[in-house]
């Protein structure tokens, strides 16, 4: 079926207006030996007919809400969305609306947007959010560009820690493929035990940038203000990647002076949909807000005195300012931030305090009993949010083999990355995660021969 | 002070109002981490649901979109995006699906995505697809990725130009500036083709490649397509497709067979995954064979073959040279790759034909409807878009006021300025999904205003007068500089 | 619109003060950007430039330009409260919104100005 709202009757008036027989002489520029190729697809389906063949696909899946037991994270984290979000989501509205470029008839994006980038300097205390970036990934990457162009490229080099996600490492190096720099510190053999401090002395005055996670990795929470003080003391700036539930809890990535703060906002109201599309937030201080990729919103007042909202520092986008833009990025995660802001506003303060506790409870609880079981432990010893490694007496894959097999995702293994880690399983608790599936994973584990 | 329309989420909160609050916890207390390590305060809003739903539909109200009315925007192909895509999406299979399960619990997931890069090439007549990259110009930048490595994997450090049409968007310059690519420009001519001679004149040794859309932005479709893409290629170019204007060349030609080696896809153009206000997008690349192995990684692919007894085992395989990866996980999968499945399974081979066709019917018929009232610089029978001047003799109206006086009569106003080589540029695009009825209004109010140019310029000037808010003040919020708000009682703390 | 007899222009409407090497944009240039609320200095005090280098770079509300230096020369001042208030290119381009001075400048391909005068109303239509 089509979406064609033109009668043939229609067509053939509308093609006597053009001055032209046929559909087909509207296409006389295409070269004629390339012209009209048949497509080998399959035939049309009705609505009905796509409605039952999609749904056959998505329930061959296994889900972590109808099928299995869940302790995946790393990353991407199965959190309870209130009914709010998805209802405000489904507005035509909003979800059928281009990007707020005649702030006349878009006022309703621009505010939401504006609100959301209020929620983010609120939760991580910085000065300045954008309209968002595709993910956490790239908005990490997009820190990198920001260093770069506010050092004008005079400054190359870039220490990240080992410890940041294995995949946003790698975004950063596919983004930064033009920039030739110098990269430190970004070795998954490294001595993972060692704190932050291990990485001041590589942070020397060509440094541009300095990236760090927060819980890390492997879920630890680690103080980053002695090292972000040595980091401004050789003039280099320093780059957050905070997961948006534990600032929920935990001091502010600007507390501990934090020049650039991003991270994927998924945990907040947004589905885990097999991976995308996400939510990546960026925010920094104001002084940096030209050098900063992305739409921004601001507030201003319209011609009969109403506050209203625009997008504003336009110029520094890739529409005006082309190949000497930071980036090229054009598109934000629009409907996503909307599903953030309604997420943060629905639960709330309290709410979401609540939220931030049940998953510091669960982790902590599982970790207790995990560490009971005769060659489990865990792998480090710092303080942690919902996340963490456990140490188990065999292989990770193995354990996660058998645990499938008992209906659990047990974890991330971590020895797809980290060459010492072959044992180990990143495992993440939320507020999904009950007693009883938590005492199920203890149980089974406890019968692992 | 302004006038509040509607007050902002933190304005409305009101401290101890409580929306959707958690279960207790069901394990026995752990004591919090260390003080130093925890916040001081949370400076968010206290809202009860209802709240929270009257202030968003309050502020839906605000917006204009697809399902209000005609959206013209020249190169954005505002069509209407059917709601069986938004049930699709939003299947529980699909949407409780975490990233790194084992592959075998997500076989459902990867068929689609295996069939959706099948679907794209074969549409697109290239060897191979990514459908990693998030929005057309992430789709760019995957693209000058690999043009890049493809050079470099031929030891030819020569190159460090790229060519690029005066008709083209901005993110094509962009995308090659983070790569550290000069631009050369390459004008039109006037057909609104690409200038042949002076195409002839920067084809040389230093040229990484070509990024061009075709249909350009002017709606015109090039007449020399092959003999420009031969060119670029007889000196050693790559050929780049910006498939932001796919929407007129579904089941009319593959870019692939015209030559192309790369074109990113906008999933959220032509395949009606909505635009969400802005965004997320989706844009797949497709590449021809000398660029396969450069696609980023990871691609899905068939890891294990079918036997007499078991399906094929669909997983994920990393091209040997690959460029890296481009986002975290797999592409937009819920909000893109399954709604651009379901459209396109619903449609066919000859559903796609007919979706161009109509296309370029309807901006024709609205090309024909203006022509003689407003200036046409390339006038010949356009694809799916076309563009008109903003102006007239002797009138000081200028785009930026017809745009805003078509607000009053109900419609989204085209693209405007854009492109940059036509003055005052008003760039239609009907798209497909609009009746002829629609586009008689459409072209009915276009003409009208051009006649209250000419007895009531001051009705232009200060338009739009309908809608809920005025021209607004851009300066005032460049200078200014107001980009987030707080709670109430937090204003007096702020330095 | 004002164009000071006592100065050199460039196409690419930056202005030079041969008699102490101060430069900055016209008149012309601010007024074509319109409202400007960005300047970035990208050479510093002792920096020597050369014909053509880019200097500054410029953003309004609705254009993005870059500053290309029209003389050479060692760099002995730039205006450093120029950021702070941008406006200051818009409101006095050839007083307070001069951009950097240099020593010893040779200056490029420049014209008089009545000859940019003459440049400049050929582009406004």
Partial sequence: ?449 | ?495 | MNVPSNLKYTKSDEWFDPSNGTIGITDFAQSQLSDIVFVELLVEEGEEVTVGKAIASVESVKASAEIYAPAAGKISAVNKGLSDKPETLNSDPFGEGWMIKIEGGSAGDVMDSAAYEKYCEERAH
């Fill in chain 1, 1 to 449: 079926m089509t979406y064609i709202p033109i009668s043939p009757n229609e067509r053939d008036a509308m093609l006597k207006t053009v001055g032209v027989k046929s559909l087909d002489d509207l296409f006389d520029a295409v070269p004629k030996k390339h012209r009209f190729p048949e497509l080998d697809l399959p035939p049309a389906l009705t609505e009905m007919e796509a409605a039952a063949h999609l749904a056959d696909m998505a329930s061959s899946n296994e889900n972590v809400r109808e099928h299995l037991i869940s302790f995946l994270g790393a990353g991407a984290y199965n959190h309870y969305i209130p009914s709010v979000v998805d209802h405000m989501l489904r507005r035509g509205e909003f979800y059928t609306a281009y990007t707020p470029y005649q702030p006349e008839i878009s006022q309703g994006t621009l505010q939401a947007i504006f609100e959301y980038q209020s929620l983010m300097t609120n939760l991580t205390g910085m000065e300045v959010s954008n309209a968002s970036h595709y993910d956490g990934a790239t908005a990490t990457a997009e820190a990198v560009s920001l260093a770069f162009a506010q050092f004008r490229g005079k400054r190359k080099k870039i220490v990240m820690s080992p410890t940041v996600h294995p995949q946003y490492r790698e975004v950063i190096r596919t983004y930064s493929q033009g920039m030739r720099l110098e990269e430190a510190g970004d070795d998954a053999s490294a001595d993972l035990e060692v704190g932050p401090e291990a990485l001041t002395s590589l942070i020397d005055e060509s440094t541009m940038l300095v990236v760090v996670q927060y819980p890390d990795f492997f879920g630890r929470i680690h103080d980053y203000t002695k090292l972000i003080e040595d980091a401004h003391a050789k003039g280099a700036l320093v780059c957050i990647v905070a997961n948006p539930t534990a600032l929920l809890m935990l001091k502010t990535p600007a507390e501990m002076g934090a020049d650039i703060v991003v991270g994927e906002a998924q945990p907040f109201g947004i589905p885990l949909w097999y991976g995308g599309p996400y939510l990546g937030f960026f925010t920094t201080k104001k002084s940096y807000v030209h050098k900063m990729a992305g739409r921004l919103i601001g507030e201003t007042v319209d011609s009969r005195g109403q506050r209203a909202y625009v997008l504003t520092l336009t110029s520094r986008e890739q529409h005006i300012k082309r190949e000497r833009a930071t980036s090229n990025i054009c598109t934000n995660q629009g409907l996503l931030a909307l599903a953030s802001a309604v997420y943060m506003s629905t639960l709330g303060k309290t709410g979401l305090q609540q939220v931030a506790n049940l998953c510091y409870q669960k982790a902590h609880y599982a970790a207790e009993e995990l560490s009971k079981i005769d060659g489990f432990g865990l792998c480090f010893s710092e303080p942690f949010f919902h996340e963490f490694a456990l140490c188990c007496p065999k292989p990770a894959r193995e354990v996660n083999e058998y645990l499938l097999d008992h209906g659990i995702f047990g974890g991330y293994a971590l020895g797809n990355d980290y060459p010492s880690l072959e044992n180990h399983i990143l495992m993440a608790f939320t507020e999904m995660n009950s007693k009883q599936e938590i005492d199920t994973l203890i149980k089974v584990l406890k019968e692992m021969e």
């Fill in chain 2, 1 to 495: 002070m302004a006038k509040i329309v509607e007050p902002t989420i933190f304005e409305l909160s009101s401290p101890g109002r409580l929306g959707v609050t958690m279960p207790a916890s069901d394990v026995p207390t752990t004591a919090l981490p260390p003080r130093h390590l925890l916040r001081s305060e949370l400076p968010l809003p206290e809202l009860a649901e209802v709240d929270v739903v009257r202030h968003y539909m309050k502020l839906s109200k605000f917006n204009y979109s697809v399902d209000d009315g005609f959206y013209p925007l020249g190169s954005c192909t505002m069509k209407y995006n059917p709601k069986i895509n938004e049930d699709t999406c939003r299947l529980p299979g699909f949407l409780y699906t975490h990233p790194l399960q084992p592959i075998e619990t997500v076989q459902g997931n990867l068929v689609l995505m295996f069939e959706l890069q099948e679907w794209l090439k074969e549409i697109s007549g290239f060897v191979g697809v990514t459908l990693q990259p998030a929005a057309g110009a992430h789709g760019e930048f995957t693209g000058v990725l690999m043009m890049a490595a493809y050079h470099k994997s031929r030891n030819d450090s020569k190159r460090t130009r790229i060519l690029i049409p005066d008709t083209a968007h901005g993110t094509n310059p962009a995308s090659a500036g983070m790569l550290g690519i000069s631009v050369l420009t390459i004008p039109s001519d006037a057909r609104g083709n690409v200038d042949l001679k002076a195409l002839a004149a920067a084809c040389d040794d230093t040229v990484v490649g070509m990024m061009l859309t075709n249909p350009n932005t002017l709606g015109m479709f090039d007449e020399n397509i092959e003999q420009v893409v031969k060119m670029v290629k007889d000196c050693g170019g790559l050929m780049y497709g910006d498939g932001a204007n796919l929407n007129a060349l579904l089941g009319i030609v593959r870019p692939g067979d015209l030559g192309f080696d790369i074109m990113h896809f906008n999933l959220h153009k032509t395949f009606s995954v909505p635009h969400g206000g802005g965004g997320p997008g989706s844009g797949p690349v497709g590449v021809s064979e000398r660029l396969l192995d450069f696609l980023p990684s990871p691609l899905v692919g068939i890891v294990k073959e079918a036997d007499d007894e078991t399906a094929p085992l669909y997983g994920f395989v990393t091209p040997k040279q690959s460029i890296g990866r481009m986002k975290a996980f797999h592409g937009h999968f819920g909000g893109g790759l399954v709604r651009a499945y379901t459209y396109i399974s619903m449609h066919g081979p000859d559903g796609l034909k007919d979706i161009s066709q109509y296309a370029v019917l309807n901006a024709n018929y609205l090309q024909v409807k203006l022509r003689g009232t407003y200036k046409i610089p390339y006038d010949r029978i356009c694809m799916h878009e076309f563009v008109a001047e903003g102006q007239f003799e002797g009138s000081d109206i200028r785009a930026l006021d017809i745009a805003k006086r078509l607000m009053d009569y109900n419609f989204h106003p085209p693209t405007n300025y854009f492109p940059l080589i036509v003055h005052e540029a008003l760039m239609i695009e009907p798209t497909e999904t609009e009746n002829k009825d629609t586009l008689d209004r459409f072209a009915e109010a276009l003409i009208k205003i051009s006649e209250e140019a000419k007895t009531s310029p001051e009705l232009l000037h200060n338009a739009p007068h309908i809608t809920p808010f005025g021209r607004m003040d851009e300066v005032k919020a460049a200078r200014e500089l107001v980009l987030c708000c707080w709670l109430p009682e937090n204003y007096d703390s702020l330095p």
